[in-house]
């Protein structure tokens, strides 16, 4: 748990970076939501303020009383046991208030923040758990808000761009494999020691068979292969959902593919541009990934095989890595020694549904509906993505999403059964 001291920088921080996030967008940028999934820049600013306005002040400054009370159902997302909430994938009607309103209201709880960590002591552990949890729900939020504001200039015609990103055209060498030998049982899950959602535990044993796991992620130029061999067209590839949904949507390609002449156009934050073929290929569904390791002969990881080649074989110090507001498109692989990749490019499908460890308990109260509710109906992916923020990733880290979501900076990484190998 965070000292007092450290909470207060940490909101601090992490409040800044959210603003500096959506500095380059407009107010009418803002406001936009191009699809029932996706919520405005101005939601997300305001959401995250609300979080903290409900959990924290209210129950903990004394005197404390709401900016504004319509507030509390305009930004609440999902927690029903705090009150009524506005439908998700309407958000994007509310032109009031608007983005600059919507900076106020954050000023505004900002000082109200400040006030409460400025008194407070290392002995308040209640308050500062939920400071810390408040702090990490934003950086889910900083990296929704990218994923969010790219699709909503995808859409624009001009070819948008949120900021210039450098474009990296490093040669990726190819793929290989490292062995993993589990030996049978092994520990899952986080071990108590240090922030983690409640959904990284309790940490409990499973059987893993020996296996091999690719040391980087698929590439743009493999998935070009791809297409080109049938693969959006052989139903032989697919699961029945995921070859339902690619003649329903006609899908043809990744999210933000465009064919041009013999090659790909792609979108990105720093606007469209041809792909790069060692670049990780982004922005692909589960029903994707699995369909592309089926075609290459292999398959998904399960989510405790990545876990447990993530900490037998990556690099600790990886996870850690500094997000970069100049760097937000997923970067080659550079050829180490080390599996690559597992953090800070793209978030990476796994073929385990996203279901309840053993002995997991949701917490009382409204904080309780933070994961336990959603354990139902979605895939778990692992690692994190170029758009997560510092502190954010970790081996235990449990995302999560529909199999058919693809709007998510979501990648591939293989796996097989060393006996198939």
Request: proline content about 6%; overall charge negative; aromatic content about 14%.
């Given at each position: 748990?965070?000292?007092?001291?450290?909470?207060?920088?940490?909101?601090?921080?992490?409040?800044?970076?959210?603003?500096?996030?959506?500095?380059?967008?407009?107010?009418?940028?803002?406001?936009?939501?191009?699809?029932?999934?996706?919520?405005?820049?101005?939601?997300?600013?305001?959401?995250?303020?609300?979080?903290?306005?409900?959990?924290?002040?209210?129950?903990?400054?004394?005197?404390?009383?709401?900016?504004?009370?319509?507030?509390?159902?305009?930004?609440?997302?999902?927690?029903?046991?705090?009150?009524?909430?506005?439908?998700?994938?309407?958000?994007?009607?509310?032109?009031?208030?608007?983005?600059?309103?919507?900076?106020?209201?954050?000023?505004?709880?900002d000082a109200a923040m400040d006030d409460l960590l400025a008194g407070a002591t290392d002995d308040d552990t209640d308050l500062l758990t939920l400071v810390e949890l408040g702090v990490h729900h934003e950086q889910q939020h900083q990296e929704l808000l990218l994923m969010d504001i790219k699709h909503v200039l995808s859409i624009d015609p001009q070819g948008a761009v949120y900021r210039p990103d450098a474009v990296d055209r490093s040669v990726t060498s190819p793929l290989t494999w490292t062995d993993c030998d589990p030996g049978g049982q092994v520990e899952v899950g986080h071990d108590g020691d240090g922030f983690h959602f409640d959904n990284e535990s309790p940490r409990h044993t499973v059987f893993l068979e020996p296996f091999r796991i690719a040391d980087r992620l698929v590439t743009a130029g493999e998935w070009a292969a791809f297409i080109a061999d049938g693969g959006y067209e052989r139903h032989e590839l697919w699961l029945s959902d995921g070859w339902h949904i690619v003649g329903e949507q006609g899908w043809t390609a990744p999210l933000y593919w465009e064919a041009y002449g013999d090659s790909w156009i792609v979108h990105t934050l720093g606007g469209p541009r041809e792909i790069i073929d060692g670049e990780p290929v982004c922005h692909v569904?589960?029903?994707?990934?699995?369909?592309?390791?089926?075609?290459?002969?292999?398959?998904?990881?399960?989510?405790?095989?990545?876990?447990?080649?993530?900490?037998?074989?990556?690099?600790?110090?990886?996870?850690?890595?500094?997000?970069?507001?100049?760097?937000?498109?997923?970067?080659?692989?550079?050829?180490?020694?080390?599996l690559e990749q597992l953090y800070g490019e793209c978030w990476q499908w796994t073929s385990s549904a996203y279901l309840p460890y053993p002995r997991f308990r949701t917490a009382p109260g409204a904080v309780g509906e933070y994961n336990g509710k959603f354990m139902s109906g979605q895939m778990v992916l692992r690692g994190s993505g170029a758009y997560t923020p510092t502190g954010h990733a970790r081996p235990t880290y449990r995302n999560f999403f529909p199999a058919r979501n693809r709007w998510m900076v979501s990648g591939v990484r293989l796996a097989a059964d060393i006996a198939d190998a």
């Open positions: 748990m965070l000292t007092a001291a450290a909470a207060r920088d940490r909101f601090a921080a992490t409040r800044g970076l959210t603003e500096l996030l959506a500095a380059p967008l407009s107010p009418e940028d803002q406001t936009v939501q191009s699809m029932p999934d996706v919520s405005p820049t101005k939601w997300h600013r305001a959401h995250v303020t609300w979080f903290f306005e409900t959990f924290v002040l209210d129950r903990f400054a004394d005197g404390y009383e709401a900016y504004d009370e319509a507030y509390r159902m305009l930004f609440n997302s999902y927690y029903e046991g705090v009150g009524p909430k506005f439908s998700r994938a309407r958000r994007g009607l509310l032109s009031r208030p608007g983005a600059n309103e919507v900076g106020k209201y954050r000023e505004f709880v569904s589960h029903f994707e990934a699995d369909a592309y390791a089926r075609w290459a002969g292999a398959r998904l990881p399960t989510e405790f095989e990545w876990e447990y080649a993530a900490t037998r074989h990556g690099r600790a110090a990886d996870a850690g890595r500094p997000f970069d507001v100049e760097r937000l498109q997923p970067r080659a692989a550079a050829g180490t020694d080390s």
